[in-house]
């Protein structure tokens, strides 16, 4: 008969698996992910100007989650063939316009 000690060593080694599996599994996950992105992102490369790649550019190492946006509206547009020819400056600027919620002017009457 399996002494107390030896059932919480056991059972402590099956908890350290199961997390174990749980991280490889959200490992995997992530790392599928990052590969969806990057696919789209080259994807989306290929239609867009100089110019606007440079602001994609800037956008992705200041704002990742505001670029990643952006880059899923693009690719999205692009699928659909809502896309002729090339995403320019300026209308990547008018996409991330209307990513950015508008901000409430605040005006103080002095009396």
């Not at 698996?17 to 789209?40: D, G, N, R, T, V």
């Amino acid at each position: 008969m399996p002494t107390l000690d030896e059932i919480k060593k056991r059972k402590l080694e099956e908890l350290m698996q199961l997390q174990q599996e749980k991280m490889q599994q959200q490992s995997h996950e992530h790392a599928q992910i990052q590969q969806q992105i990057e696919q789209m992102e080259s994807i989306a490369k290929q239609f867009m100007t100089k110019d606007a790649l440079a602001r994609y550019g800037n956008l992705k190492t200041a704002h990742q989650e505001k670029a990643l946006q952006l880059l899923i509206i693009l690719f999205q547009a692009i699928q659909k063939g809502q896309v002729q020819g090339k995403i320019d400056d300026s209308t990547l600027k008018k996409v991330l316009e209307q990513l950015t919620p508008k901000k409430k002017e605040i005006k103080i009457k002095r009396v």
